[in-house]
């Protein structure tokens, strides 16, 4: 059986996107941050990891590209999960003040906290923050999922309270190995260029002159420096592909470097 390690506790939306990416035939493995995620399966202890990359509210996970940043590992495929965010408490919604969860979560349900004005409290998990609460006054409350309350034995107060019914997380599996091309793949980098005008340009440029579809391009600001930025792209193709290879090796000329996430079978958004 495969162990698949995630980030959080078990109840998390990542175990849920795992169990549903390798059909329920897996063990899953708890983790504290995404970088232990990662350096479970560098090690050895996991055979796959899963890291939450993306929400279609809240946009990036910053955490886990800082954390993917520095790992050897490869994205070998990818799933949507839909989310939906529950109010779990002991007590009555009206005596809530309090209300604990992950910051994207509580992110993604920000209307409602603001309407009900809530107190709120960053953790480590949406799952975990159930948890912490499990033993709490009735004033305080978690934001995680069904599947969260009914591990940790507490009721549901509110079903769906995210800010928008189209809440989908995007999650990447990571391995020490490859994949091998498909008809139907995506390819992720991280790269990062020098300050100067027409740098990123010239990046973008490549993708249009070898007429391969770019998906998404994203910044974040790197570590240990200011104003200074790593670039996420995707787009179409795999790096076995030969104009794929021809295009990276062309991108490398105009970066200060270039790492290559992984290659993966593009998945349905359902």
């Known amino acids: 059986m495969k ?92 005596e809530i003040t309090t209300v604990y969860s992950h910051p994207q979560a509580l992110g993604q349900c920000s209307n409602f906290i603001q309407e009900n004005s809530l107190k709120t409290v960053p953790t480590y998990d949406t799952a975990g923050s159930v948890k912490i609460i499990k033993d709490m006054s009735p004033n305080c409350a978690a934001i995680a999922s069904k599947n969260a309350a009914e591990i940790y034995n507490m009721p549901i107060i509110k079903e769906k309270i995210e800010n928008e019914p189209n809440n989908v997380t995007r999650f990447l599996i990571f391995s020490k190995q490859q994949t091998e091309p498909t008809s139907n793949d995506k390819t992720s980098i991280i790269f990062s260029i020098n300050h100067e005008p027409g740098a990123l340009y010239q990046i973008i440029k490549e993708f249009s002159n070898n007429n391969i579809n770019l998906t998404k391009i994203e910044s974040r600001p790197k570590k240990g420096t200011t104003w200074e930025y790593n670039f996420y792209l995707d787009f179409i193709g795999h790096i076995a592909d030969q104009k794929v290879s021809s295009l990276l090796n062309e991108l490398k000329k105009n970066t200060k470097f270039l790492k290559i996430i992984g290659s993966y079978p593009l998945a349905e958004l359902n």
């Open 3 to 94: 162990k698949i390690s995630f980030q959080g506790e078990h109840g998390a939306y990542s175990e849920a996107s795992a169990l549903r990416f390798f059909k329920n035939e897996i063990d899953t493995m708890p983790c504290l941050t995404f970088r232990d995620v990662l350096e479970e399966a560098e090690s050895g202890n996991s055979d796959y990891a899963i890291l939450p990359v993306e929400n279609s509210i809240e946009g990036n996970v910053g955490q886990s590209f800082d954390a993917i940043l520095s790992s050897n590992l490869h994205a070998v495929g990818e799933i949507y999960l839909e989310v939906n965010h529950c109010l779990i408490c002991n007590g009555e919604i009206d």
